[in-house]
């Protein structure tokens, strides 16, 4: 049989990215990001869309170019269709069905929560490599969702918690946004919550019903404990900020993982993954292996070039979408909201 060889790409929010798939091991992966939102406090959703147009083409040559691969070669086009900021996911699928239609093969739409998910099934050929085993619960944390993922196989997983709100991403970067610090501040909470009292102040935890999340009233405590404790001190903020980033990132990591815990309790399913830009935090890292080492759970988390958004993680996904010959016509259209069907 001769070699599937899969193309992916994805453009949903502020990553252009391409790469390159051979019989489900990753040959190359490109991402092109966009440094034009930073001064801005967040994706501002037209200049995506233009960048997009931009790298496009030269992501997708590197991509091939790095895999080695002629585009001759490849044996389906995939594409992240939603969900998605439109305009972004537009310029993904109007390439993606203009270079599927030229090459004349076939073109695979990809859910992009989907993709988070089946992130963890990316082949770099190296030894050693292990996949989770089915059924496992997935927790998706990113600038743009939280949810918790059952999977039953790659095409059957059902969202079965997910914020009302804001996404636990969000929270952190509105936080670290009122506390001066630069866009996506994520990362910059992380780094000050090492040397800082996670005990310091404490903020409420959201009492939402079943699985889901909520962070918006999480996210209001902190600007009001802000606003009354400045009034007080100007320097209030930078004299204690990283004992609020760790307080906050405690709280988050709180919520997040006390629903894990007990969607995995009454679902009784010990294996579980985490995915997204937020599975970078080093306290929900931590968390997750107290959690193993406590409740006898198989854990998953990739590497971090998969957690965030990639294109290798649109070209696994159409791959297995291949062998089930699963495509989609010309004529799909993208989609900007979730639905809980992955
Ligand atoms: O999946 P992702 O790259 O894309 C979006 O969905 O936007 O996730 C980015 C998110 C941002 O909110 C960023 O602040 C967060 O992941 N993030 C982190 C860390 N690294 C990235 N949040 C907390 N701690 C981190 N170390």
């Known amino acids: 049989m001769s070699s599937i060889i899969i193309l992916g790409i994805e453009s949903s929010c502020d990553d252009t990215s391409a790469a390159v798939l051979k019989d489900g091991v990753l040959l190359s992966n490109v991402t092109a990001s966009q440094s034009v939102h930073a001064a801005y406090g967040g994706v501002v959703p037209e200049l995506a869309s233009r960048a997009h147009q931009q790298n496009i083409i030269p ?28 305009g972004s996911l537009l310029v993904g699928t109007s390439f993606a ?19 988070h998910v ?15 085993d089915f059924p496992f619960l997935c927790l998706l944390v990113s600038g743009g969702n939280s949810q918790i993922i059952k999977v039953e196989a790659y095409d059957k997983m059902e969202v079965i918690g997910q914020t009302i709100d804001d996404a ?18 994520g990362p910059f909470i992380d780094r ?14 959201p009492q939402i019903p079943d699985y889901n999340y909520s962070f918006s009233g999480l996210k209001t405590s902190f600007l009001y404990l802000l606003r009354d404790k400045e009034k007080e001190n100007a320097a209030f903020v930078s004299e ?8 906050l990132q405690y709280t988050v990591v709180e919520v997040l993982m006390n629903k894990l815990r007990k969607a995995a309790k009454d679902l009784n399913i010990k294996h579980e993954a985490l995915a997204g830009g937020v599975s970078a935090n080093s306290a929900l890292r931590e968390a997750f292996q107290l959690h193993a080492a406590k409740y006898g759970w198989e854990i998953y ?41 992955l």
Do not use: W
């Open 118 to 132: 089946m992130a963890h099934f990316i082949s770099q050929g190296k030894a050693g490599e292990k996949f989770p």
């Open 240 to 247: 204690n900020i990283n004992d609020l980033s760790a307080s």
């Open 192 to 205: 000050l919550a090492k040397t800082g009292n996670k005990d310091a102040f404490v903020f409420n935890k």
């Open 301 to 341: 988390i990739p590497p971090f070039e998969f957690t965030t958004d990639n294109a290798a993680m649109i070209a696994i996904t159409g791959y297995f979408k291949y062998l089930n010959n699963d495509f989609c016509s010309l004529d799909k259209v993208p989609f900007a909201r979730v639905t809980n069907l």
């Open 59 to 86: 992501v997708v040559h590197q991509a091939l170019s790095d895999a080695g691969i002629n585009k001759s070669d490849l044996s389906a086009i995939a594409f992240t269709r939603g969900p998605g900021l439109l």
């Open 97 to 115: 069905k203009g270079f599927a239609q030229a090459l004349d093969v076939p073109l695979i739409d990809v859910n992009h929560l989907q993709a």
């Open 168 to 185: 636990a991403g969000e929270a952190f970067d509105k936080c670290a946004k009122v506390m001066g610090l630069p866009y996506p501040g």
